[in-house]
């Protein structure tokens, strides 16, 4: 039975205390990369203890809405260790989608990377 390697979905830095995820995929759409990518986020913080997440959406295009929950999910770990999480970079399309699922009123989304990675 051959497995073939995991690709990676995310790019993780560390800015400080912040940490900066850009989504490599330019569609999150796919259940299994989806389940792939709530993992690695719920680590950084579940795991690794970050308290200061910052995902940068400049290379999405598309998102599911299964994507959607796994950024509430991962938006309630932050909130409930203590900590902050931004979005930014979005596009006015998925943008759109968070104004009609008033999700833009949940999260924190700020324009650019710049002054997101000030928000803190």
Known sequence: MSTQPK???????DYGEITVVNFIDKKIL???N???????????VDE????KVLLNFSNVEYLSSAAL???????????TSGGKLVM????????????I?????LFNIIKDEQTALQSF
């Open 101 to 105: 699922t008033k999700l833009n009123k």
């Open 30 to 32: 796919d259940e299994q």
């Open 7 to 13: 690709r990676r979905r995310l790019e993780v830095e």
């Open 48 to 51: 690794l203890g970050r308290k």
């Open 69 to 79: 929950g796994k950024f509430i999910t991962l938006n309630k770990k932050v909130n």
């Open 34 to 44: 989806i389940q792939k990518i709530g993992e690695d986020l719920f680590s950084l």
């Open 88 to 99: 930014c970079n979005i596009n006015d399309d998925i943008f759109e989608v968070f104004e």
